[in-house]
């Protein structure tokens, strides 16, 4: 599953680059070093994204809760927008602010296919490329 993971990483930050975005893989996320570190990690010198990349097969994904509030203050301290990135199997990439993400009786964090493809933001919304309206 890491190789797997570590694909879509590399895809995601791919395709922010050609958004003109610096963009690059974090080294040791995942729990390599005791640091919060994010997946990815960009910028375009008005725009910073800390994103924690998410792939399944399945039509939800869980993240524990410890791994979000990594993100969220890891982002906190250098001024990007948190984001879960997830792309579900043949679907595009989606993002939802961790506030945004519903969570389980234990705290954790439920990113569910159908709730994202309804309230998530496209690549090109999270770059300031594109708004889309979205209907409550």
Sequence with gaps: MAKKGSAEERDLVHKLWERNFA???APASGGATKR????????NGKLYLAIEVKTTTKD????DSAQI???????KIFGATAYIGVRFKYTKWLFIEPERTPRTKNGNYKVEKDYVLEK??????????DKQMKFE
């Excluded at 919060?36 to 910028?43: C, M, Q, R, S, T």
């Excluded at 939800?60 to 993240?63: A, H, L």
């Excluded at 509030?69 to 982002?75: A, H, K, R, T």
Aim: aromatic share 6%; net charge negative; glycine share 10%.
């Design 23 to 25: 963009a690059m893989r």
């Design 36 to 43: 919060p570190l994010p997946d990815v990690l960009a910028g």
């Design 60 to 63: 939800k994904v869980y993240i």
């Design 69 to 75: 509030e990594e993100l969220c203050e890891f982002s």
């Design 120 to 129: 998530g933001l496209e690549i090109d919304e999270i770059a300031g490329i």
